[in-house]
């Protein structure tokens, strides 16, 4: 099929965008234009992908990267962000060959990228789904470095350039499109998350070209993408990438399926990788709850001449219908189960061959990716990342013995749950504390879930009412901000649930305390009104800082001294830098500013 332009005719009936869509393929093949056109009209991401198939490799890599006008159609999906399968639409475009990388030609300049569009875009129409988007674009090519890096890094506390002076920043011709204005822009969207992508995306070390032909060859180009959707855990998303590339290459005689453990302290990543793994890979995922599986039939069901038998069980009942096809199944609290439990598990793990419980029909499980999380053997993780990865460069950590590490978990495995269930796990996969960066960067991302629930609709007429709603939070210096919720409520046991926590203290009871002070009642209207903005900011105490929220009607008011009419004084917010117990720290403090008259300001006291 060919691609030409659009015939003579009725214009399309754009009411019923995706038949409309289907319909127009037919008539004039493929078209950018077209399929720009019907993204804006809000197509599914269903019809897209069948819009795009059926077409040779040349015609669509001399077509999907075309301009329509100043952009590729690519900029049109993410125009499209809003929607709830924005996403799957923009990455079907990216797997058919759209370019991350692409620009926007805007008045003769040089272009503006995709991926800062997206980012500008995103900011102004307050998406919820914003970094989503960056993510793929990133895991898919798109270059951090035409973000001037001044932007961005150090990835806590970037060292911001002078707009009027970009021209020196902008040396590299990859950010020549970024000027003053932009850079100022940017310099208050571009929040920790961000900065932390851009980083994560300028070491990502470049995919072999074997591996990358495997990986497309079996379908599983996404897994190593991977790096993008985790906070830290390169070691672990590294290996585990590996390994699942190797079981799935290498023809298995045994039907033996494939076993790892992901080892770890609590709140590190394991279950969110196990959920990206199956998401990435597009697979079905069964997360089980092992600390309540006490017995072998908790774990797989009675056999058929029981009471119930039918019923089967979470377990067995997946198993059965993914006969034979590739999923995951993520075993969580696995060091909680019983020797019972662990038994029943033997089989399954080892010839891949396995009978259903309630019809004793016979379900090839050589496909399933086994997963067991388990805590056991954290303190050793915990004493090899001080020792090997604590503060390492890049070249150090790679150089970390890590074959040390696996065998002295497995040594502690077997003395805990035997020898025959440590011989079925193929790969130790094991999960290190965060950093004080990453640790950071992980509190951002629950004080972004917070952000996405604030800024939801006032809604008093549902059934699930939601009476919270319309509120921006502008955080001041959000490195500091991260870092010191971390640095007062991390704890390496218990990782992003004790940030969790900390977010819950440190802002949301804050902003909700804001929320109830306000001197009107809980409306509908304010959905048509401003969003109401609070501050986020670090605030000097006796014993260092503290985080407070503020509104500014929040903000104590001064009236003119007494007998001096042509007096009077006003608050002003200035960013203070002090060091407190050697740590720098940045925060805004509320200046008293005194005036003589209104078109004189002179600050005289504080």
């Known amino acids: 099929m060919s691609s030409t332009t659009l015939q003579d005719g009725p214009p399309p009936d754009w009411e019923r965008p995706d ?13 950018m234009a077209t399929l720009a056109q019907a993204i804006d009209k809000d197509c599914t991401a269903a019809a897209v992908k069948i819009y795009l198939e059926g077409f040779t490799d040349d015609t669509m890599k001399s077509t999907i990267n075309k301009n329509i006008n100043t952009a590729p159609v690519i900029f049109s999906a993410v125009s499209s962000a809003t929607r709830t399968d924005s996403l799957s639409i923009i990455r079907t475009l990216l797997e058919h060959g759209a370019d ?4 926007l030609q805007v008045d003769g300049s040089s272009g503006v990228p995709l991926l800062a569009f997206t980012i500008i875009l995103g900011a102004k129409k307050s998406w919820s789904n914003v970094v989503e988007v960056v993510k793929l674009l990133l895991a898919w090519g798109a270059d951090p470095l035409v973000m001037p890096r001044s932007l961005w890094q150090p990835v806590v506390n970037p060292s ?16 020549k499109w970024c000027t003053a204005e932009q850079y100022k822009e940017l310099k208050d969207i571009l929040h920790l998350t961000y900065r932390y992508l851009f980083y994560r995306a300028s070491v990502a070390k470049k995919v072999p070209e074997r591996e990358a032909q495997i990986a497309t060859a079996l379908g599983m180009s996404n897994l190593l993408q991977i790096p993008y959707y985790l906070v830290g855990q390169d070691v672990a998303a590294g290996m585990i990438k590996t390994r699942v590339l190797r079981h799935a290459v290498i023809k298995n005689t045994s039907k033996k399926n494939l076993v790892m453990a992901f080892v770890g302290p609590s709140g590190h990543g394991k279950s969110e990788l196990a959920r990206q793994m199956g998401r990435l890979l597009g697979l079905p995922i069964q997360m089980v709850d092992m600390a309540q599986k006490k017995s072998t039939i908790d774990i797989v069901g009675a056999t058929a001449s029981y009471k119930n038998a039918e019923q089967g069980t979470q377990l067995n009942n997946f198993l059965h219908q993914h006969d034979g096809q590739r999923a995951v199944v993520f ?18 793990f080892g010839s891949g061959i396995y009978n259903d419980r309630r019809t004793d029909e016979a379900i090839d499980c050589s496909q399933i990716i086994w997963i067991l999380a388990t805590n056991l053997g954290e303190t050793k993780i915990a004493d090899f990342y001080n020792t090997h990865l604590k503060n390492k460069s890049e070249i150090d950590k790679d150089c970390a013995p890590m074959e040390l590490l696996k065998n002295t978990l497995k040594d502690s495995f077997r003395e805990s749950w035997g020898a025959p269930i440590v011989g079925r796990i193929d790969s130790m996969i094991p999960f290190t504390p965060f950093s004080a960066d990453e640790q950071a960067i992980v509190v951002h991302k629950y004080y972004l879930e917070l952000q996405n629930q604030l ?21 001041i210096n959000d490195g500091m901000v991260c870092q010191s919720i971390a640095r007062k409520y991390y704890v390496p046991e218990l990782g992003a649930r004790s ?9 949301e009871e804050k902003a909700f305390g804001e929320y109830l002070s306000i001197p009107a009642a809980i409306s509908e209207s304010a959905n048509d009104e401003d969003l109401l903005r609070f501050k986020v900011l670090l605030e000097p105490t006796d014993n260092g800082t503290e985080v407070v929220v503020r509104r500014p009607e929040s903000q104590p008011s001064f009236s003119s001294p007494s007998g001096s009419e042509d007096k009077g004084q006003y608050l002003q917010q200035v960013h203070v830098a002090e060091i407190r117990d050697g740590v720098p720290q940045v925060y805004e403090k509320a200046k008293v500013v005194t005036f003589n008259a209104p078109s004189s300001v002179t600050p005289e006291t504080e």
């Open 160 to 175: 911001y350039v002078d707009p009027d002076k970009i021209k020196k920043d902008n040396a590299n011709l990859k950010t």
């Open 499 to 507: 940030i969790i926590g900390g977010i819950s203290e440190s802002i």
């Open 100 to 103: 991350p990388t692409a620009t």
């Open 331 to 348: 075993l969580d609290e696995f060091d909680k189960t019983t020797k019972n439990v662990r038994d029943a598990l033997l089989i399954l």
């Open 19 to 31: 038949s409309t869509l289907l319909q127009l393929k037919l008539k004039e093949g493929l078209s």
């Open 455 to 475: 800024l939801k609709q006032i809604d008093k007429t549902s059934d699930d009412p939601n009476l919270v709603g319309r509120i921006k939070l502008d955080i």
